[in-house]
């Protein structure tokens, strides 16, 4: 996921509506007229909130990158039948880099 911008304020206040803009609220045509555009304060308003939650959620793309890769872990699973002592350092190092 990337940081939240215009769009996907736009998205999450109005999903059906169909607009334009060139990266800004002034710049907005809105192509819906079945569907009240949102005031720039709403928009403002939904763009903090997606901020707020992308920001929440760094340690999980944090530790996205750290994990040893879904292909090992398998792997070490079937040599294993149960993750082994190593991998389970490894997981559990990562969640203590990357607490919550």
């Known amino acids: 996921m990337n940081i939240p911008n215009l769009n996907d304020a736009l998205v999450s206040l109005a999903p059906d509506a169909a607009w334009s803009h060139n ?5 907005i045509v809105w192509y819906s007229d079945d569907i ?3 005031t720039k304060r709403q928009v ?3 763009l ?3 901020t707020g939650e ?10 996205a990158g750290a994990y040893p890769s879904i292909g090992d872990q398998l792997d070490d699973l079937l040599k294993q039948g149960a993750f082994s002592d190593e991998m ?7 969640k203590e880099r ?3």
């Open 23 to 27: 990266g800004d609220y002034a710049s």
């Open 36 to 38: 009240k555009q949102p």
């Open 44 to 46: 403002a308003s939904e």
């Open 48 to 50: 903090a909130r997606l």
């Open 54 to 63: 992308y920001n929440a959620q760094e340690y999980r793309r944090r530790r």
């Open 88 to 94: 389970r350092a490894k997981l559990l190092a990562v």
């Open 98 to 100: 990357f607490p919550k």
